[in-house]
């Protein structure tokens, strides 16, 4: 039987993921800026309040919430010297054959399908704005996992932007053609 009295509803969840992010000084604009960085190219129209927005449902999806959550609780106790050795070392140097801060960051990522994966890639390689100062932000905390995981919101935050977009032309040509088919039947 499912024991209910243990549920976390999701306002609690979503609040502890946006207040953990603070906590590591991101905030939601950083991660919006990356978002209109990545789909301005295709986008002119594109407003940042239309990326805070994307950013934002994205912090709503369990899969990133408890991704982050979990990264950031790392990242934290590797600061406390509180993982075992050699886990310990290897977060505190955030060695490149870990691989498993990427791999949480990428399985939050299928969630925007195959953009996300791929704007996530080039992200993690490139390192764009946030996500590069908390990689080299060597001996002012550990974001082993963090970079990643911002990398991994920003990605499905413009897959989710790119989505939107696409949507909306495809809204307004069917829209532009009901008005062509009218006029005609009108002539």
């Known amino acids: 039987m499912f024991d ?15 207040q ?42 369990r ?11 790392l990242d934290e106790l590797a600061e406390k010297g509180m993982l075992s050795a050699p886990l310990q070392q290897i977060v505190e140097a955030d060695e490149g054959l870990f691989g498993v801060d990427e791999t949480i960051a990428l399985g939050a990522v299928f969630t925007y399908g195959s953009i996300a994966v791929t704007t996530f890639g080039h992200l993690d390689k490139n390192k764009i704005g946030i996500i590069n100062e908390l990689d080299t932000n060597k001996g002012n905390g550990i974001h082993t996992f963090l970079d990643d995981l911002i990398a991994s919101v920003a990605a499905c935050a413009a897959s989710r932007t790119a989505h939107r ?5 495809e809204a307004e040509a069917i829209l ?3 008005e062509q088919e009218e006029k005609e039947k009108a002539d």
Request: glycine share 2%.
């Open 176 to 178: 532009q053609d009901v």
């Open 20 to 61: 953990a992010l603070l906590r590591r000084g991101v905030t939601v604009k950083d991660i919006a800026m990356i978002v209109y960085e990545m789909q301005i190219p295709y986008n002119a129209d594109l407003k940042m309040d239309d990326c805070i927005n994307a950013v934002e449902s994205v912090l709503r999806k």
């Open 4 to 18: 209910t009295s243990k549920i976390v509803h999701s306002k609690v969840v979503t609040e502890a993921t946006k």
């Open 165 to 169: 977009t696409r949507d909306l032309q």
């Open 63 to 73: 899969e990133l919430q408890h991704a982050i959550l979990v990264g950031i609780e």
